[in-house]
């Protein structure tokens, strides 16, 4: 029955015009290219990853192959296609599940290019149902562009499906092995690259209706405000510390010294990589390796305010603030550079994280001790102590981790709220989701339009994946096929063009038997490959799957690791 309608749609009586089937034939002839096009790119990514991983399992067991790692990094920023923070680079021991994921889905710096989506350690869980459905998406228009290429070449279905391996879904389509040997070179290829042809479009549509505010002017015109002072929140997960401390709906408009607003200058470079809306300054903020407020600035606070119980520094997984029986009690360590006759700068101090951070605005804040003697900040200490003012900043022993001020309004209430966060700003962002939209009526679900962006964004990125990988020349994937094909079609061109010679050059009386040859090698049968070109093709196609095998179980290893 599926075949019926898909046969029926490929040659209903709009896709017999000419015109219309020249569009079409065009359409896959197009994907053809960029299937040869991602097939290049797929692998020059394969043997960068390969040779990272690698260099990193070599760096893990001391052998001098990281270096080659490093002479990759090198290039990659001599060309500016790479950009690396050394000070966002992680504490050895510090790399947690958030910071592994985190590092994934944001774009920070990775030891890896390609990654095992794992959930709970290399996808959030929250993020489950998203994953599922995207992937399945993703594959139903991969095989469904096979399906209506083959419709279109006259090649019927035998099977269509979808499957489910342990928890990941897929699809397939199983054609007329007879019919498909049957067509034409260009029209197999056509066929095996249009699922990838397909996953492009599909990636280039998801972006363009995101990046240019098409699906927020839907949600618009269905019931929701758009938010232009802040972000909204719409969910936290309730294993986040912050679950039942904002209330939904509440409006962040300002973290730490920078206002989400998407018209207001901060003196921060928030719009540089990520754009100027405030869903960009949030997601910029709490995951960015640059920029970030609390690693440019801190904050005055006198001596005489030391709290030191020698329990607030002792930080551990088990107690993140420290042991000090006082909550109100943070850990800080030294923001500059001491003096020779100052606290060193790892000497622990313990100041009451609120009293310190209320009190430096934007204004007052330091970069070093003699920020803290200037004439607008003495009001803030004690008087006659304005000789034992330092800057000071929180600290943690990982270095994903800081505190960060939240600042929002409650629903229908302009009043000024501060919140204070001390942990993984990373983590906030992904236990904390926001968005742009706000329902303007009760019943209106007030986490969809947040719920179908992020759905959008892994429709996005598998369909990408399946573009690339599924173009690769490997055992079990359309490349393999593809690339067979692309060597055939080139031995039948060569073979053509020198039966072609061969008939110029012949005498009278064997035109007919080259005449022969030339039409026999345009037939619609399948044509072996040559010796040449078998070998070739199983060099390549063995090469290309050996990498990958080593991409797969070399990234286990380091994610194990």
């Known amino acids: 029955m599926f075949n019926n309608v898909v046969a029926a749609c490929a040659q209903c009586s709009l896709t017999r015009c000419p015109l219309v089937s020249w569009l079409i034939d065009g359409f896959y002839m197009v ?60 504490h050895v021991g510090s790399d947690s599940q958030h910071s592994r994921l985190s590092r994934r889905l944001v774009g920070t710096p990775d030891p890896q290019v390609l990654r095992p989506i794992i959930p709970g350690v290399t996808l959030p869980t929250g993020h489950l149902w998203h994953y599922l459905l995207a992937l399945s998406i993703c594959a139903i228009i991969h095989e469904l562009g096979h399906a209506f290429a083959a419709a279109r070449a006259r090649v019927p279905l035998r099977n269509l499906g979808v499957f489910v391996m342990g928890i990941y879904p897929g699809a397939f389509v199983e054609l007329c092995k007879t019919k498909l040997d049957q067509a034409s070179v260009g029209s197999r290829l056509s066929i095996v690259c249009a699922g990838v042809w397909h996953n492009a479009v599909t990636a280039l549509l998801v972006f363009v209706l995101v990046r240019s505010g098409g699906l927020g002017a839907v949600f618009s015109h269905t019931g929701w405000t758009r938010v232009t002072n802040g972000v909204v929140i719409s969910d936290v ?47 910029h903020i709490l995951t960015a390796t640059t920029n970030r407020d609390t690693n440019t600035a801190g904050y005055c606070a006198s001596t005489v305010e030391n709290m030191d119980d020698g329990l607030c520094c002792e930080m551990s997984p088990e107690f993140p603030l420290g042991e000090s029986p006082d909550n109100d009690v943070f850990c800080f360590e030294r923001f500059a550079q001491p003096s020779k006759l100052s ?75 501060m919140l204070l966060y001390a942990g993984s700003p990373t983590e906030l962002w992904l236990d904390v989701q926001v968005s742009s939209l706000c329902p303007r009526y009760p019943y209106l679900p007030h986490t969809l339009p947040s719920w179908i962006e992020t759905l959008m964004q892994y429709i996005l990125s598998f369909s990408l994946a399946f573009c690339l990988l599924n173009a690769l020349p490997a055992y079990y994937l359309d490349g393999d096929l593809a690339f067979k094909l692309l060597i055939t079609a080139v031995e039948q061109r060569t073979r053509v063009a020198r039966a072609t010679k061969c008939n110029i050059l012949a005498s009278a009386d064997s035109k007919p038997l080259y005449k022969k040859e030339l039409a026999d090698s345009g037939a619609e049968e399948p044509v072996e490959l ?24 070399g990234s286990v290893l380091l994610l194990a690791l």
């Not at 692998?43 to 690698?54: E, F, K, N, R």
Request: proline share 4%; hydrophobic share 35%.
């Open 31 to 90: 994907g053809v290219c960029v299937s040869f096009v991602s097939m290049v790119v797929c692998v020059g990514v394969l043997c960068t990853a390969a040779v990272q991983i690698a260099a990193c399992i070599g760096a893990k067991a001391g052998y001098p192959l990281a270096d080659a790692w490093s002479m990759v990094l090198e290039v990659q920023r001599y060309l500016g296609v790479a950009h690396f923070d050394q000070r966002a680079t992680p």
């Open 343 to 417: 606290l060193s700068k790892h000497t622990p101090m313990c100041f009451d994280l609120r009293s310190v951070l209320e009190r430096s605005d934007a204004a007052n804040r330091c970069q070093s001790d003699s920020d803290c003697l200037q004439p607008n900040q003495r009001s803030h200490l004690y008087t006659g102590k304005q000789k034992s003012s330092i800057c000071v900043l929180p600290s943690s022993p990982f270095a994903s981790s800081r505190v960060v001020r939240i600042y929002y309004h409650l629903p229908n209430n302009q009043t000024e709220h």
């Open 530 to 553: 040559s010796r040449g070109g078998q070998m070739v093709y199983t060099a390549v196609t063995a090469l290309t799957t050996a990498l990958l095998g080593w991409c797969i179980v």
């Open 237 to 283: 997960a309730s294993n986040s510390p912050l679950h039942n401390r904002i209330p939904l709906l509440s409006t962040v408009y300002r973290i730490d010294d920078v206002y989400l607003q998407s018209n207001y200058s901060n003196t921060w470079n928030t719009n540089d990589r990520f754009g100027e809306t405030s869903i960009a300054r949030w997601t």
